[in-house]
């Protein structure tokens, strides 16, 4: 199986900001609390993927979806090693009624988005000095 390869550049900015670059999009990420930082980023990954993924479940089993919400609560650890060591998923769906069975279906499928599903896999990431 062929993996899709993803490459992002980050620049850093002269304010101490730093602009991420992905295809022919960018964001600005900071440290500062003018904008978001990398765990927010991070978080905002895992929400969006899930996101994508309820609008697919809703489209492929027919069902009506006008909007829903989803929130990410985490515990950031400043120990060593610095991470969040709970990650919290709350998905709002405004009204929209799915009884038992169609709620235990939408949150499998939920799970198999590729930003969950790299969290669970734990993959190396391995960093290296360009010369």
């Known amino acids: 199986m062929e993996a899709t390869v993803y490459r992002l550049e980050l620049e850093c900015n002269p304010d101490a900001t ?12 900071t ?3 003018k904008g978001m930082s990398p765990p ?5 990954g895992l929400v969006s993927c899930l996101g994508v993924y309820v609008r697919r479940y809703f489209a492929g089993s027919g069902l009506k979806l006008d909007d829903f919400g989803i929130t990410a609560e985490a515990e950031f650890c400043r120990e060593k090693p610095v991470s969040f060591k709970r990650i919290d998923i709350s998905l709002d769906l405004k009204g ?3 009884d038992e069975r169609r ?10 988005c590729p930003v969950h599903n ?12 360009i010369k």
Not at 40 to 44: E, K, M, Q
Not at 103 to 112: G, V
Not at 118 to 129: G, M
């Open 18 to 29: 730093f602009k991420v670059k992905s295809k022919d999009h960018e964001i600005t990420v």
């Open 31 to 33: 440290t500062s609390d």
């Open 40 to 44: 927010d980023v991070f978080l905002s």
């Open 96 to 98: 929209a009624k799915l």
């Open 103 to 112: 709620q235990k279906a939408l949150l499998e499928f939920i799970k198999n």
């Open 118 to 129: 790299t969290l669970k896999a734990n993959p190396s990431v391995e960093i290296e000095i």
